[in-house]
């Protein structure tokens, strides 16, 4: 049991947690500034942050297992590989699923109640499925998954006050969808002569992998601009300390993309990873000092 749950987080990669999850909590702490802190509400938003992830990861697992099998970057991954059975996997995505929606009711049963959580997680799960699907008909597959995080800090603001000023989590989730679109534009550039090969839709495939860099590069661009847009709409965020911040995310960005290149895409997963969960988890602690300076 033990040995099956490890490879279970493994196949979700629960580590990757850190890109949508920090969105969400500084949206969240946004929102306590003008709503009474709750500990039923912090316990509901990283609730549905980790089923709803862990639901959106393993359907991917489940329908792209045939085309992972074929991809020597990814024949390695548990289902194709062997160490977990579609079976497994099935009732694991099954059992999230479920546990999203159930965690949504923290928020429904509170005082006073909220029951937007609730009539949204459908939605929701209906369209984090759907990324899954997309490679199979458009190149925009990294928009919708950009989309997929982008709801992180929405649905955060929504579960905490319902659907008012919604400005500043519309802005921050802007934020978010050109953050993602561009790192898994950079991420995609891996495969795609393999895409290009299996008929399969992206970025890299459709325009090569010059184009798709500096794609993601306007991409990058885009979510700066969004990010400096977002202090000037909150007051909340706007003092020295955040400000800096926005000013070292411009640096890291650009750190990004100068140690990836077409000629040489072996630091592809330093520039995905690394790089973009100090910029994800820094925004948070920073935004979290620039509030209660506040």
Same mark, same amino acid.
Request: aromatic share 12%.
């Given at each position: ?5 490890? +490879? ?8 990757? %947690? ?14 306590? +500034?003008? =709503? ?48 977990? %059975? ?17 965690? %949504? ?5 509170? =005082? ?15 369209? /984090? ?27 955060? @603001?929504?579960?905490?006050?319902? /659907? ?17 679109? &561009?790192? *898994? ?5 891996? *495969? ?6 299996? +008929? ?81 988890? &820094? ?8 509030? @209660?300076? +506040?």
């Amino acid at each position: 049991m033990l040995a099956t749950s490890r +490879k279970l987080l493994e196949l979700v990669r629960f580590s990757h %947690t850190i890109f949508a999850l920090p969105f969400a909590l500084l949206s969240a702490a946004m929102a306590w +500034k003008h =709503e009474p802190f709750r500990w039923a509400d912090l316990i509901g938003v990283l609730a549905c942050m980790v089923f709803a992830r862990s639901f959106a990861m393993a359907f991917n697992r489940l329908v792209d297992r045939r085309i992972d099998a074929k991809n020597p970057r990814t024949a390695g991954r548990h289902l194709p590989a062997g160490l977990l %059975t579609v079976t497994t996997v099935t009732l694991f995505t099954l059992a999230n699923a479920v546990a999203f929606v159930a965690a %949504t009711l923290i928020f429904y049963f509170r =005082e006073p109640s909220n029951p937007w959580p609730l009539y949204l997680s459908a939605p929701v799960l209906v369209f /984090l499925a759907g990324y899954s699907l997309t490679k199979r008909f458009t190149s925009l597959a990294h928009v919708w998954l950009g989309v997929s995080l982008s709801l992180a800090p929405v649905a955060a @603001w929504i579960a905490v006050r319902g /659907l008012v000023e919604m400005e500043v989590p519309l802005l921050l989730g802007g934020v978010v969808l050109f953050w993602v679109t &561009g790192f *898994d534009i950079l991420y995609a550039c891996q *495969d795609a002569t393999f895409d290009a090969s299996e +008929k399969l839709h992206s970025i890299p495939a459709r325009f090569g992998v010059h184009r798709s860099l500096r794609i993601a590069s306007a991409c990058h661009a885009v979510m700066f601009v969004l990010l400096l847009a977002l202090v000037a709409v909150s007051s909340d965020l706007q003092g020295p300390i955040f400000l800096a911040a926005c000013g070292a995310v411009g640096v890291l960005l650009v750190y990004e993309h100068a140690i990836v290149s077409a000629e040489n895409l072996s630091r592809v997963n330093r520039a995905f990873f690394q790089v973009n969960a100090v910029i994800s988890l &820094g925004l948070l602690a920073v935004g979290v000092a620039q509030l @209660w300076v +506040k």
